[in-house]
Nanobody, 124 residues
Framework: QVQLVESGGGLVQAGGSLRLSCAAS????????MGWFRQAPGKGREFVAA????????YYVDSVKGRFTISRDNAKNTVYLQMNSLKPEDTAVYYC?????????????????WGQGTQVTVSS
């Protein structure tokens, strides 16, 4: 069992930055693949970024490439999402997800554990 708790969301102006954190507990974090997803009002949940267990491989949806960076600190059992050059269309609830595995995963159904989400609002 893995428990995930996101933090770091908030209100920011377009062009600004936020860093989301996801603290994990309950399982050996270093053997867990992690991902970030988001869900905008009235839309389905979509993939944002993923990272493998060691932190050496990352993958991003095209719309955030060059602006967002996913990273992890296995000593702190935490994964991060640094979001720069934010746009109003980035407004959503952001969710952290986890699953056992050594690679990275992009599909919602790939993940076993989910956090409660943190709201990110970007004003124009």
């Amino acid at each position: 069992q893995v428990q995930l708790v996101e933090s770091g969301g908030g209100l920011v102006q377009a062009g600004g930055s936020l860093r989301l954190s996801c603290a994990a507990s309950g399982r050996t974090f270093s053997s867990t693949a992690m991902g970030w997803f988001r869900q905008a009002p009235g839309k389905g949940r979509e993939f944002v970024a993923a990272i493998n267990w060691g932190g050496s491989v990352t993958y991003y949806v095209d719309s955030v490439k060059g602006r967002f960076t996913i990273s992890r600190d296995n000593a702190k059992n935490t994964v991060y999402l640094q979001m720069n050059s934010l746009k109003p269309e980035d407004t959503a609830v952001y969710y952290c997800a986890a699953r056992s595995g050594t690679y990275y995963y992009k599909e919602i159904n790939d993940y076993t554990y989910w956090g409660q989400g943190t709201q990110v609002t970007v004003s124009s």
